[in-house]
């Protein structure tokens, strides 16, 4: 049966991209745990290239990717048999459009494609035309809710016939990363406990994570004085009164640098007071855990109308977020050769 052109309706799609968001998979930073997966699946299918690839409705995103390094004679070619450089961001990103991942997805099943030109559909994809693609086996990949996050898959420059052996062990391997799906959603449930206790705090807080600055955490009184918007939306979108004194530009430091930096006497219009108010901005980088590269910013407002600045509101920040580091003790250390692990 010739596989059909991927449409998940725009509810799946949504769903999907939410999930990827809360658990923090929703870019293309490589991580090794999964590029430890990819290597897994394309030396047991002696394929050069393999992939844990997650998908949003817009998106492909290779956090896991393993092509053999020249000489290594894992592949089913020699080398590194496929031109990644068409690909954007240092071929861990692609179009939603690319390859067959996305029917995977779709169909909700694994997909195994002997010889990629006994499907016409197939014959103009672009991994077919630019990479030179023949065979294809891929997996999907659920999380422990059910699910579809994206696939692990193989590919090669061959045709080839996929066993049934090959079949169940890419399944196998998308079946181990469910406790990872899992210690994150654990992680998520011990920071909520402690968003608990920020929600009473008299100033303004809120965490954002990644170059976007998306919305993870503001608490109840960041919604009073800049207005109540919805998590996991993006920052300078959903608050131009912020963006327009500097605090995205401050942030943005923040991020970049992995040091703490600061917006002073910043005069701006607050919901609960009927005059302009004047905040310092204290933005502060959040790593999940001591040694885990930043992947969040966590900003706090103090409102000193008619007062010099204190300096308080830096110690404060400083303590929050050691305690997110605290947490993050349980999460795998970037010694484990984890890059860009995100808050969750």
Known sequence: MEP?????????GEQRRRRLQILGLNTSDPEAKFDRVARLAGRFAQAPLAMVNFINDERQMFRGMYTPPSGDDSGGTEGIAFDLSNLPEVAREAPIDYGFCPHVVADKSQLALDDVFDYPRFKGNPLVNEMGVRSYLGTPLLDHTGVILGTVCVADMRPRQW????????QSLASTLLSEFQLRDSLLAQQQEMFAIFDGAPFPIMLTEGPDHVLRYANAKQGAAFGRVQQLSKGRQVLPGLDSVGVFKTMDRALSSGQTASLGEARIASYDYEEPQVFTFTCTPVRLSPTAPVSGVLTVAMNITGQAPSGSEQKLAADLTSQFERIGQGWPAAGDGENGASLR
């Open 163 to 170: 066993s049934s052996d090959h079949m169940e062990s890419m």
């Open 4 to 12: 059909r052109t991927p449409n998940p309706t725009p509810e799946e």
